[in-house]
Each structure stands twice: as C-alpha cells, then as structure tokens.
C-alpha cells in the first residue's frame, strides 16, 4: 500500500512580508523503505521559525554565509527542525518507535539522509514537544546567547525583545534565574501581562502604544541597560543602544522587524557605542553546539523544578503551517510556535 | 615681570563642521608659581584630535558618558594631551626642565592641578614629539585597538579607514607586524601612495573616487574581511561589514564621518552582523592604561629598529590651533597632526 506523504512548499521566493498564499500543500509517494544510513521519520512537532523567511528571500546575505541558512526553492521541499518518530531505520543504533530530534522538514514524513544529527529523545518525564522548543534550538539559542554573549552578572538590568517569542521568553527567564533584572517588550497587553505574571519578568511593557522608544526604555531603565537580547533589529536597537550603560552588551540574535523589509535598519547611534564601549555581537546557535549537554541538563532540571516554564503555541496538521508561519511575521504566536503534524500514539504510517 | 600665556578658545558651541571663526585666541596672565602639587608646564607639542568636536556640541551623548569626553563651554581652557617642559614643579618627583606628557591644553602655558598626571619622557633617544603622537594616546588606541579589540591571527585581512590617520596609520603598521594582509582607504593620491610605498600597507585605495564602496571593499577584499578597524563610520562600516568573513570583528574607533553630522549613521545590515557573527565593539584607550608599559615599550622598539614609523603632520605656534583642528574634518591632515606651540631650548618663559 503506497503512503502519501503531505508537504508543504513555496510557490515562489518571498520578498517582503510572507502570505498563507506564497506556499501550497502538496503531496508526493514516501519511500518505502530507508536506504542504508537513512531514517524515516513520522513527524510530530516542526518548530516554526521566522529565520526561515531569510531562506524563502530571492537574495540574502545568509543564503552563503552558513549552510543551515541556505535558499529555499519553489517547489522544494523545507527542512526544519523538530520531533517525530522513527517508523524505519537505516541506521543501527536507531530502531522502529524511538523518539528523535533533528532537521526534518514541512511534512508529515521525512526522509532523513545519512549523516544527518538525529537526537534520541528521552520523552519520558517531559512533554515531547518541550525538544522542539525549550530544549531545542530555541533553547540552545537563548541558553548561549544569555551566558556567553551577554556574560551576565548577578543585578545587571537586561532588557529581552520580542519577549514573550521562542527565545525571549527562555532568555527572560533565564536572566531571571541568574539574579537580573529584566525587562520585556512584547506587541499585546495579552503578552506583557504574560510576561509579568507567568514568566516573572520584572516589568513589561507594549512597544506599540510608546511613541518614542527612546524615552521609554529611559522610564523602565532609569539606572540604564547593561544587556540588551536583541530579537528584533531597527528602531528598538537604536532605543537601546542610547540606553546602555557603559560597557553594555548586546547579542543580536534576531531582527524580525526587518527580515520583511531590507531598507529598515537599525542605524545605533556609533558615539554611544564608543563612549559606552558597547559591544554589538551576532551568534548562532550552531556554533555554542559544545555547549548543548550543559544546556539540556540545566534547562531540563530547571523545567522539572518548576524553576522554568515552557510557553508554546501549538497549531495542528500539516495544513496549518503556512498560517503558522505567517503569524511569526504579524506577532500572532505568544511562546513559541509549534504545528503538531502527527500523534505520538496510534498508526505509525 | 608678568607672563602672558595665550590661549585658544571656543566662541560658541558647534555643530556640524567647525570653521576657524568658531574660536578665538585670547591671553591672560600666567600665575607666578605653582601651588602644592601643582606644576607649571610650557607647552611642546599639542596633539590635536578629532573627538574633541564633540565636546563642543550643544549636545553629545559622549558627553556624561566619560569624564575625559566632558562637554566643553565657550571661554573656557581647553584641556588636550601634549608634551612640555616643567617651568616650575609643586611637587617632589618633578623638576624644572624635565619633559612631561599628560592632559595639558590648547595654551602656551598649562598649571597642572594636583592629581594630573604627567608621565616623565626619557627624550633622549626618541624625538620629544612621538610622546603626543604615535607613543601618545593615539598609538595606545591603535594597539590596545588591534590588538585587544581585533585579536589579530597571522594572515588574517585587516581593512583600515582614515588609514593615514593618527591612529590609522599605526593599526596599518601593527597589522603589517603581526603578519597580516593590510589594505587602507584614505581620502587622496598622496596620501594612499604614502600608505603604500612609506607605511607597508599591502594595498590602498581613495574613497572619494568609489562610487560604490562595498564593490571596492569586494575588490580589495576578494576572500572577504576579517578585521576592520573602523575610524570613520557611516557608509563605509557598512560596506565593510558587507565585505566581512564570519567571526569578523569591527573595532569602532572613531566615526569622524558622523561627528560633524549627526544624521549620518551607519546602519550595517544585521543579517550580515546575525549569520556571519560579526562583532562590534567600541573601546577608547583610557581603558587600557594597564596595556601602556607593553605598548610603550614594543613600540619604542619597533621605532628605534626602524621596523615602524611615525607619521606626523606639525604646525606651528598657538594661533594655529584652530586652523589644525578645522583641517582634521577637511582631511588636511597626513599623520599625526600636532602644534608646536614651545620650543624645547631657549627661555622657559
């Protein structure tokens, strides 16, 4: 009996804001069987990432700086990272049922090919879906973006954008842990009031009813910013910057605000960054890699503690991962982004 | 007998490009004797740099940011680094005759208050002029700068603005030192065949004749950049981090471009700052005091060697002040630009 396996694609490059309309769904045979040294894995959780818009770009200075960010082409199919179950192994130390975490793709089945990381996944004491969020890139990103980018000291004030996304909120939480005092900003009072009472930040606050951000970081910072996690690039960076104190750290994790518009860019103020010694630096995740077992240990002893909380945002089927996406850009996810594509229990194929 | 000591001040605040109308030479009579710890100097060599610009804005950021960057008012002495002689000494380990170099002043005279420093200059194997110059704060700046900030590698590419600048002309030196591949940019034919035939540079390029500065910088750089030591901002730290290889790093010097107009901002694409993990980070050399002893001492031997030179552009006698400084935002200068306003022999007052 031959199984259909259902993906989603790009009809064409995507400049500028995305649109459900921009991607199809479609379907193709799935292979039989893995071929020797590949897995074949039933997709559970795919984290939805707005990265990913860089690579659907016709140009972007990422497609050849690092292979995980290479371009996307009408009709392929999208690799993303995420949580599935494998349905048949190629591979000897993998076998029929275990749970893995690794580059799959927008569809319900994937195809992995040898020498492609799988992950084997206890998910015994914590929600699979927590290994394509808090315990997977997302979480690497925030855990070595925290603690090696910012070098955070017990009682330095840390402003998170985009606080209540994928990495803010870890990010948040993380400073929280390590005796910061820390400011969000999200884009809904839904979001800011999320951030003060669930996840313990602080103070929070909606960067879309200040009219000047400037003066607004002033009102939460009165004694200035020492770590700005910066998410979203643009006018926020330049609010920030003009807020730091010297020696201030900023790790330039994201720049959603200008992923859906190449001709918006944060122009920080280079007296502030002189004078304020300010240190701006870009990371990926992939590089702090050495990092992941300290990481996972700390962050999964910090979830089973209740020390730590897990904010997702889960759509369901296969079908609903272009709506997904397309929200990351309209800020519609609170936590992180998730579409749950198969179940965990029942027909494996 | 009364001595009069002439002196250089601002007539108003200025913003944007200062002019020689901006200042005025004033005189007003010399105190007779040093008080306790106090030391009467007469004035050598003045080094004259561009920051001080923005300590005569109505406005700068830079201003609360450091002491030594304190906003400057009109009338008022203006404190600037040089070398003099001591004419009269209010404290123990300093006599008459003895060369200092400390904060001195845009004056014939300076009355070192207590708790100034003043470095004593052995001058005897060096000229007296290279301690406000390239053994000054602008050659401290260049190697805290290159080497702290930069982490040069052996064969790595190091790009340099205003390269035959104070500071610039010795990043170059140190680069070509340390065996790297250097290439400057500066702002005339002169002035590049200087960085090339009498500074080592590997290459130079002027930017006024680059329409498009990023297609230069790909020229010069065809396997990218590693290092850029920044001293301009705007436009072309923009199209340097364009240029740059991943793990890049920009030390931010200076940003001479922007002091004179604060609307000119770089505004570098962070997707290149995010997926090439690009650093930037502003320093100034009083941080680096601990590095002097090392930094004086190895560059007072690469001197001695003939293995570096100093570049200096000189002017003589306090009314040329303002003409001196004017010119560091025409690009008049090449090198190091000081004023002699003493004479190391003849009447000490």
């Known amino acids: 009996m031959e199984v259909v396996n259902k993906y989603v694609s790009l009809k064409h490059h995507v400049d500028g804001h995305p649109s459900e309309s921009d991607f199809e769904l479609a379907t193709t045979p799935l292979q039989p069987a893995p071929g020797s040294g590949e897995v074949i894995v039933k997709n559970l959780f795919l984290s939805i990432d707005p990265y990913q818009l860089n690579r659907m770009k016709r140009y972007s200075s990422s497609h050849t700086a690092i292979t995980a960010a290479s371009k996307i082409e009408p009709g392929q199919r999208i690799d ?202 870009g990371f990926l995740a992939l590089d702090y890699l050495h990092l992941h077992e300290q990481f996972s240990a700390a962050t999964s002893d910090h979830l089973r503690h209740g020390r730590m909380i897990s904010l997702e945002d889960v759509s369901v089927g296969i079908e609903s991962v272009p709506t997904a996406f397309v929200g990351l850009f309209r800020g519609d996810n609170v936590g992180k982004k998730l579409v749950r594509v198969g179940e965990l229990e029942g027909a494996e194929l």
Chains 1, 2 share one sequence.
């Open 80 to 281: 993303a990272y995420g949580v599935g179950k494998v349905v048949a192994s190629g591979r000897a130390e993998l076998e029929e049922g275990d749970v893995v975490a690794g580059l799959l793709g927008w569809e319900q089945y994937t195809v992995v090919r040898p020498g492609t990381v799988l992950m084997k996944v206890d998910a015994k004491d914590l929600p699979i879906s927590y290994y394509a969020s808090v315990l997977g890139p997302s979480g690497l990103t925030a855990f070595a973006g925290f603690y090696d980018v910012c070098k955070p000291k017990k009682g330095e004030k840390v402003f998170v954008s985009a606080a209540s996304g994928s990495v803010g909120s870890l990010v948040g939480q993380y400073a929280k842990l390590s005796g910061c005092y820390v400011v969000g900003c999200a884009g809904s009072k839904q979001k800011v009031d999320l951030l003060k009472r669930k996840l313990g930040f602080d103070d929070a606050f909606n960067y879309k009813e200040e009219a000047d951000l400037k003066s607004a970081l002033r009102r939460y910072f009165p004694e200035g910013i020492d770590i700005y996690f910066d998410n979203v690039g643009a006018a926020m960076l330049e609010a920030a910057v003009a807020n730091m104190n010297s020696f201030g750290r900023v790790a330039v994790c994201g720049a959603i605000s200008e992923y859906t518009n190449a001709g918006k860019r944060a122009a920080p103020d280079l007296m502030d960054v002189i004078y304020k010694r300010i240190t701006l630096r």
